[in-house]
């Protein structure tokens, strides 16, 4: 009887973590890992940190859940989005579609908090996922998905890793599919985070091709003609560098299920969101996940898969002292 409430108990634990029918993602990353550790207050610290920070800039939880992407789709989540370049050996900040990343600074002060009070136990990895998810949780006052921790910083960041790995926002359907296997991620997840374009801003050189499809100033078919023409205004030809536009035209600072309208609408800023149209299953998850409890149900499953890619895991890595460089 014993052993038998015991497997409940395991059950029930493991399907509000993970979803019902949804296994263990990466053994060696658990719950409240820090609980257990000379760090029990971890997620507290963070959590005050990037609270504050967002209540003077609400435009972190964008910044904050792209640098957590863009982490783990290279090399894993292991934090080597957050290393600095180091004399001819360029890292990963350096890639091209890196040089708009935002937050970096956000990192750096929990870092020096956390160290403060406990130094050498929290890894940046972690606090970049836990920020991520705090900076987006704080308008609905509850953690939006859960984040399991326990990962270990990684000791390599390299420019040419990024290229293969890190979907773009020209990518077909069929690129962006291939990418999220890749990762151990399938369609439903694909569309799930996608979702995240909900909040954000892009700059013109990102989706400025659909504007100038097949020759100057012919505007993508799947484009409904008349977001191109505002697209356009925001954009003209050269367009100034600095000027950005936001992802989900009905909402850039909100996180919430528009952003599928918009795809629907044919107003999906990139030819990445166009693509989810093209493959008649992501189609209809688009569909689907136009209702935000269907939205935020898969959100908080994938983000929980996402966080887990390659991570490095007891005594693999290491917890460093400072998430600019190694130790």
Same mark, same amino acid.
């Given at each position: 009887?014993?052993?038998?409430?015991?497997?409940?108990?395991?059950? +029930? $634990?493991? !399907?509000?973590?993970?979803?019902?029918?949804? /296994?263990? +993602?990466?053994?060696?990353?658990?719950?409240?890992?820090y609980k257990s550790t000379r760090?029990?207050? /971890?997620?507290?610290?963070?959590?005050?940190?990037?609270?504050?920070?967002?209540?003077?800039d609400s435009t972190l939880g964008a910044k904050l859940i792209r640098l957590h992407y863009h982490d783990c789709f290279v090399k894993g989540c292991d934090a080597s989005i957050l290393l600095d370049t180091v004399g001819t050996n360029q890292s990963e900040k350096d890639a091209r579609p890196n040089l708009s990343l935002?937050?970096?600074?956000?990192?750096?002060?929990?870092? !020096?908090?956390?160290?403060?009070?406990?130094?050498?136990? +929290? $890894?940046?990895?972690?606090?970049?996922?836990?920020?991520? &998810?705090?900076?987006?949780?704080?308008?609905? %006052? &509850?953690?939006?998905?859960?984040?399991? @921790?326990?990962?270990k910083d990684g000791r390599v960041s390299l420019l040419s890793d990024v290229t293969g790995n890190l979907p773009s926002p020209f990518s077909n359907f069929?690129? =962006?599919?291939?990418?999220? $296997? %890749?990762?151990? =991620?399938?369609?439903?997840?694909l569309v799930a985070l996608s979702g995240a374009h909900t909040i954000g801003v892009a700059h013109c050189g990102a989706f400025a091709r659909r504007l100038n499809?097949?020759?100057?100033?012919?505007?993508?078919?799947? =484009?409904?003609?008349?977001?191109?023409?505002f697209l356009k205004s925001q954009c003209p030809t050269p367009a100034n560098?600095?000027? @950005?536009?936001?992802?989900?035209?009905? $909402?850039?600072?909100?996180?919430?299920s528009h952003y599928f309208a918009a795809v629907n609408r044919n107003q999906g800023l990139f030819q990445s969101d166009a693509?989810?149209?093209?493959?008649?299953?992501s189609a209809g998850i688009v569909t689907r996940f136009q209702s935000p409890a269907a939205f935020f149900g898969q959100f908080r499953l994938s983000m929980v898969k996402m966080g887990a890619i390659e991570v490095l895991v007891g005594n693999v890595g290491e917890i460093r002292k400072n998430c600019r460089v190694i130790n």
């Open positions: 009887m014993k052993t038998l409430l015991g497997f409940v108990l395991v059950f +029930v $634990s493991l !399907t509000v973590v993970y979803g019902a029918g949804k /296994a263990p +993602v990466k053994p060696g990353l658990r719950l409240d890992f760090c029990p207050q /971890a997620e507290q610290l963070v959590k005050q940190v990037t609270e504050a920070r967002v209540r003077r935002g937050g970096f600074d956000v990192i750096d002060e929990i870092k !020096t908090r956390v160290e403060n009070v406990c130094p050498g136990i +929290v $890894s940046c990895a972690d606090i970049l996922a836990l920020a991520a &998810r705090d900076a987006v949780s704080l308008p609905f %006052n &509850r953690p939006m998905w859960n984040v399991l @921790t326990g990962r069929s690129t =962006l599919q291939n990418l999220f $296997s %890749n990762k151990n =991620l399938d369609i439903n997840d499809f097949t020759v100057q100033g012919a505007i993508d078919p799947t =484009l409904d003609p008349t977001y191109a023409e560098p600095a000027t @950005t536009v936001g992802m989900d035209p009905n $909402s850039t600072l909100t996180f919430d693509a989810l149209l093209t493959d008649p299953t």
